[in-house]
T-cell receptor
Framework: AQSVTQLGSHVSVSEGALVLLRCNYS??????LFWYVQYPNQGLQLLLK??????LVKGINGFEAEFKKSETSFHLTKPSAHMSDAAEYFC????????????FGKGITLSVRP | KAGVTQTPRYLIKTRGQQVTLSCSPI?????VSWYQQTPGQGLQFLFE???????NKGNFPGRFSGRQFSNSRSEMNVSTLELGDSALYLC????????????FGPGTRLTVL
């Protein structure tokens, strides 16, 4: 069975600082991994996805994530935080045979201090 | 192209009532998935429909049901509402392959009193 762990529920960084949001997964087969962002009162928007091609994945708004099989991790990073990055971030996993079922982590709220 | 739309956006019901939520996917998408989002449990998968057939189901009681029409529009029904059903219900559409991006609607906020 697939699962996702996002440690901590809240991360606060200063504007211009590095953003690092951690995600670890569990999957019995090679996974597909996703990062989604949710702004207040909105649905989820895809930031990036890993589908077994390059292990370093670049997404929208300057975010990127690296798939590390040995660590079962897919951490999200951005070199320099902007105020507009304040939102809730979800890591999700899907796997072959699960069709379109996404299993989400609990989510991390990112705050950006001026 | 138009995004995923969900109606209504807000709904207030009382315990014991039933409710039907609607989702219109992006044109050409044949898969519609439903998720429940609550502060305590986070995002939980309810079920997925593909070409009018339920293809996947999460761990929710039978009070939660859904269907999909030939135009890919989907409805979700919750019968005998409980206070704990208060949540944001999100639907997502995709082409249907496990690696494809799911496009989410803005959600329906259901409050059960």
């Amino acid at each position: 069975a697939q699962s996702v762990t996002q440690l901590g529920s809240h991360v606060s960084v200063s504007e211009g600082a590095l953003v690092l949001l951690r995600c670890n997964y569990s999957s019995s087969v090679p996974p597909y991994l996703f990062w989604y962002v949710q702004y207040p009162n909105q649905g989820l928007q895809l930031l990036l996805k890993y589908t077994s091609a390059a292990t370093l994945v670049k997404g929208i708004n300057g975010f990127e994530a690296e798939f590390k099989k040995s660590e079962t991790s897919f951490h999200l990073t951005k070199p320099s935080a902007h105020m507009s990055d304040a939102a809730e971030y979800f890591c999700a996993v899907s796997e072959a045979g699960a069709n379109s079922k996404l299993t989400f982590g609990k989510g991390i709220t990112l705050s950006v201090r001026p | 192209k138009a995004g995923v739309t969900q109606t209504p956006r807000y709904l207030i019901k009382t315990r014991g009532q039933q409710v039907t939520l609607s989702c219109s996917p992006i044109s050409g998408h044949r898969s519609v998935s439903w998720y429940q989002q609550t502060p305590g449990q986070g995002l939980q998968f309810l079920f997925e429909y593909f070409s009018e057939t339920q293809r996947n189901k999460g761990n929710f009681p039978g009070r939660f049901s859904g269907r999909q029409f030939s135009n890919s529009r989907s409805e979700m029904n919750v019968s005998t509402l409980e206070l704990g059903d208060s949540a944001l219900y999100l639907c997502a559409s995709s082409l249907g392959h496990v690696a494809e991006e799911q496009f989410f609607g803005p959600g329906t906020r259901l409050t059960v009193l």
